[in-house]
């Protein structure tokens, strides 16, 4: 007889000890959702870990690198759009294959010596194709899990923003000083290519009664609302302005952390390489670590609002205030052990408020805010590279600069955190929605 995992992923008890054969495909998935978030956040950091070898070979000053780093976002935002959109005429599944194959194209011709001009083509080409992955993937995570059980899985996936860079920093900062940087993207070509055909032998969707949602707020949205309704929602709102300012932190670690240990700090090529890893590790225990404790929130009988909101937003407030606090510090253990702290807070904070989404999103539409969503907060990513560069370059010297931007920074992280504070409570919106549904 035909398992059916309808039944089987949502009967199980959460820390079933033998699990069934749906909940064991569920995590499956999941794990291989993960890896293409570990991948696509690799190829985000690799001009970062570079940059320092890229400014000198391509004759770059600190803005052009920051135009260099804003270039992957701008289309980013353009295939965030587009990925939410075609979710209602495709499967995820083949989506997510088709941006693994682009992405992994658009690495290939740095792969060799090119110019300032092809190398600025390939980074808007891998962004328009990564602009939808994350998207997708919580849309994909969200249907093999209920509405209850969805804050761990949404954390592991944003944990991949954090192992990406993790698992390259080291051994990219190896292959770029022994070989090339241009070795250092044949390397991601290839990789990407080996989770794209694993994601085409085994990825797939969630079964239905898992996607329509079991939770206390999706079970009373109807399939469909008018989207202007579901983006004035104080939840999406704040939602929004949230990753805005946590993605802006991001962003700029990515682009610009190897090169502000390295050119702001005095740090070796070597010893920033290692550095550089240890707010990623931190990040990731973090998000997971918040993702389990909303989760177990969530089942004590604690409001949304508490373990979506409150938690996720506090988390990045705090990020904020370390952030404005290593700001003025000199070079030293302290200051590492703030970056790290900071980033590791943005990161679970980040993970902990995605699962609000889901929760005032009528399933048929949920790709579609989720991309939209995607593609709003990604404008930080093409914002915020671009002002540090400016700043490295009008200071007086590169420390600085990199001192004013990151003040700045986390300035502007507080302010968002405030209002994700104010506004997000998913229970109260969703019960407003399918009241007027």
């Known amino acids: 007889m035909a398992i059916d995992e309808n039944r089987l992923i949502d009967s199980a008890p959460e820390g079933d000890p033998a699990p069934t054969a749906g909940h064991r495909r569920a995590w499956l998935v999941l794990g291989l959702l993960l890896l293409l978030l570990v991948v696509n956040y690799a190829d985000k950091a690799v001009v970062g870990i570079a940059g ?13 690198f920051g135009l260099l780093t804003s270039a992957f976002f701008l289309p980013f935002v353009v295939g965030g759009v587009l990925g939410g959109a075609l979710t209602r005429k495709f499967q995820a599944r ?16 740095l792969a060799w010596q090119v110019g300032f001009g092809v190398v600025v083509a390939s980074r808007m080409v891998l962004g328009f194709a990564e602009g939808p992955t994350t998207a997708l993937a919580m849309h994909v995570a969200h249907s093999w899990f209920p509405a209850a059980k969805r ?61 329509r949602g079991h939770g206390a707020t999706a079970s009373q949205l109807p399939e469909r609302l008018p989207l202007r309704k579901v983006f004035g929602t104080g939840t999406v709102i704040g939602i929004m302005a949230l990753f ?67 938690l996720g937003a506090s988390l990045v407030l705090a990020s904020g205030l370390t952030t404005v606090v ?8 302290l200051q590492m052990v703030l970056i790290v702290l900071g980033s590791s807070l943005n990161a679970a904070g980040f993970g902990a ?80 929605l399918a009241a007027g549904a």
């Open 244 to 310: 805005f300012v946590a993605y802006a932190n991001t962003s700029v670690k990515v682009g610009w952390l190897p090169l502000y240990l390295r050119e702001g700090l005095g740090y070796s090529a070597g010893t920033a390489g290692k550095l550089v890893s240890l707010p990623y590790l931190g990040g990731a225990v973090a998000v997971i670590l918040v993702g389990w404790i909303s989760g177990r929130m969530t089942r004590r009988g604690m409001s949304n609002r508490v373990t979506r909101g409150v």
């Open 94 to 109: 083949w989506l997510l294959l088709g941006i693994a194959v682009l992405w992994t194209l658009s690495l290939l011709p």
């Open 52 to 64: 320092v070898e890229m400014k000198r070979d391509l004759g770059l000053s600190s803005s052009q």
């Open 326 to 333: 290593f700001a003025g510090m000199d070079a030293g253990p």
């Open 353 to 432: 408020t995605f699962a609000a989404i889901s929760d005032v999103s009528p399933v048929g539409q949920r790709g579609v805010i989720l991309g939209v969503i995607t593609a709003f907060y990604s404008l930080a990513g093409v914002i915020a590279p671009l002002v540090m560069g400016r700043l490295v370059d009008v200071s007086a010297d590169a420390a600085e600069g990199y001192g004013s931007g990151f003040l700045i920074l986390g300035i502007v992280m507080i302010v968002g955190a405030l209002l994700a504070l104010a506004l997000v409570d998913p229970d109260r919106d969703a019960t407003k």
């Open 151 to 211: 804050a761990l899985p949404s954390s592991i996936i944003v944990s991949g923003a954090a192992l990406g860079p993790v698992i390259a920093a080291p051994a990219l900062t190896w292959v770029i000083t022994n070989h090339s940087w241009h070795m250092a993207f044949g390397a991601l070509a290839t990789v990407g290519a080996f989770a794209a055909a694993l994601w085409l032998f085994a990825g797939r969707e969630g079964p239905e009664a898992v996607r």
